[in-house]
């Protein structure tokens, strides 16, 4: 059973720091693109970031310059760096990834529960 746990959230003010991880756990092959989405309340769930196997990175333009993912492959790990936050990251964000759990299956795609970022003086 493939499970993704995060943990880092909190509330932070304006203009602070969190670090979100999230970590692969259970039985795979091998874990492709990682991510962190976000879903604020009444929005719908929308990307933060991801970063391939390779290590390429893409941004959605609000979290440009304030924001870095990166990973640990070795420990099947992905972080979120958050710097400069604002009140409207206010949401819980959730870890994502595309495992492929045989040599013989395909890759699925994975969530964790979520956890919530409050941004608020």
């Known amino acids: 059973q493939v499970q993704l746990v995060e943990s880092g959230g909190g509330l932070v003010q304006p203009g602070g720091s969190l670090r979100l991880s999230c970590a692969a756990s259970?039985?795979?092959?091998?874990?492709?693109?990682m991510g962190w989405y976000r879903q604020a309340p009444g929005k719908e769930r929308e990307l933060v970031a991801t970063i391939t196997s390779g290590g390429n990175t893409d941004y959605a333009d609000f979290v440009k310059g304030r924001f870095t993912i990166s990973r640990d492959s070795g420990k099947n790990t992905v972080d979120l760096q958050m710097n400069s936050l604002k009140p409207e990251d206010t949401a819980v964000h959730y870890c994502?990834?595309?495992?492929?759990?045989?040599?013989?299956?395909?890759?699925?795609?994975?969530w964790g529960q979520g956890t919530q970022v409050t941004v608020s003086s």
């Open positions: 259970g039985s795979f092959f091998r874990i492709y693109t």
């Open positions: 994502n990834a595309d495992i492929r759990t045989t040599i013989f299956d395909g890759a699925r795609n994975y």
